[in-house]
Nanobody, 127 residues
Framework: QVQLVESGGGLVQAGGSLRLSCAASGRSFSNYAMGWFRQVPGQERESVAAISYFGGTTYYTNSVKGRFTMSRDNAKNTVYLQMNSLKPEDTAVYYC????????????????????WGQGTQVTVSS
């Protein structure tokens, strides 16, 4: 069992930056594929970024490429999402998710494939 807790959300002006963190507890998550998702009320949860368990493989949805960077520190059981050049359309609740995998290069972009979820952190970008 893994518990995930996100932090770092808040209110920022367009063009600003935020760094989200997701701390995992319960057991080592070094063999977990991790993902960041976001959701706006009334819309489906959207995959934003994903990372393999050694961090060597990453995925970004097109709308955040070049602006967001996902990373992980397995020694600290934490994944991060550095968000730069934020836009009002980035406003959403951001969730991190985890899934134990065998292949160290696996990245997962579908929410239904993840086993564990955090409670979410609100990101609001004002224009």
């Amino acid at each position: 069992q893994v518990q995930l807790v996100e932090s770092g959300g808040g209110l920022v002006q367009a063009g600003g930056s935020l760094r989200l963190s997701c701390a995992a507890s319960g057991r080592s998550f070094s063999n977990y594929a991790m993902g960041w998702f976001r959701q706006v009320p009334g819309q489906e949860r959207e995959s934003v970024a994903a990372i393999s368990y050694f961090g060597g493989t990453t995925y970004y949805t097109n709308s955040v490429k070049g602006r967001f960077t996902m990373s992980r520190d397995n020694a600290k059981n934490t994944v991060y999402l550095q968000m730069n050049s934020l836009k009002p359309e980035d406003t959403a609740v951001y969730y991190c998710a985890a899934k134990p995998v065998e292949n160290p290069f696996t990245i997962l972009t579908r929410s239904s494939l993840y086993d564990y979820w955090g409670q979410g952190t609100q990101v609001t970008v004002s224009s």
